[in-house]
């Protein structure tokens, strides 16, 4: 084989990781209204509070929920049911409300609503929460893994093995019990690659190893 053709391998190989582990399974930046949610429950699509004239725009409620506000339309699934939830959060205090229970809470279903598991929220303690959102005044960036494959969902107890997963939202009824202000932006579920992609990789390493080192020797003087 000419290294030509080593080369083309090694790009199809990399092509190939590149392609799974960049892919997302899903994406809301909230610009394009609610289009991609449904039920869409209190959620209401508001101009950034924090920058109002920027023109980015946010999630928002304008009422409060439990199980469950709105939810995404379609459901997402990779073959290694291991994902990244990535999202931004913001909550503005409302004056005489509690600073730090203010009522975000991010989930997933296996319907909507369905057996379910908060895995972000602004209650250190809830039951399968991975991550407590703090109130700080401003967008902070969260990044969240799951691995569907031997988990169970807290409120239902079914596996999450082989389930197809919605997104859900919330303004929590059980925080401060004021809606609209809490807020999410940039939201993506990213599917985890699969252990066999990495070892495509190391593979395609050793190619390149390879047909370097059978280059150099064809290139050396007898």
């Not at 279903?109 to 598991?117: A, I, L, N, Q, R």
């Not at 988990?151 to 929590?172: K, S, W």
């Not at 932006?185 to 495509?200: F, H, K, L, S």
Request: glycine share 14%; hydrophobic share 40%.
């Amino acid at each position: 084989m000419k290294y030509s053709n080593y080369l083309g391998a090694l790009i199809a190989v990399f092509a190939s990781f590149s392609v799974q582990a960049s892919t997302a399974l899903f994406s809301e930046d909230f610009e394009s209204g609610l289009g991609q949610w449904n039920p869409v429950g209190t959620g209401v699509v508001v101009a950034d509070p924090a920058n109002p004239l920027s023109g980015n725009d946010v999630l928002s409620f304008t009422g409060l929920g439990s199980g469950g506000d709105i939810f995404t339309a379609a459901s997402f699934f990779a073959p290694s049911q291991i994902y990244t939830v990535s999202f931004d959060y913001l909550s503005v205090e409302t004056p005489g409300a509690p600073t730090n229970d203010l009522g975000g809470f991010v989930g997933i279903s296996d319907g909507k609503p369905g057996s379910h598991t908060w895995i972000a929220g602004t209650q250190a303690g809830y039951p399968g929460l991975n991550v407590v959102l703090t109130h700080n005044g401003a967008w902070t960036n969260y990044s969240i893994t799951i691995d569907a494959n031997t988990a169970l969902f807290v409120y239902g107890g079914t596996p999450m093995n082989g389930m197809p997963l919605h997104l859900m939202l919330e303004d929590f009824v059980g925080s401060d019990a004021i809606a609209g202000n809490v807020y999410f932006d940039n939201i993506v579920v990213t599917a985890v690659p699969e252990p066999g992609t990495y070892a495509m990789l190391l593979a395609g390493l050793g190619l390149l190893g390879f047909a370097a080192r059978h280059r150099r020797n064809n290139c050396e003087p007898t």
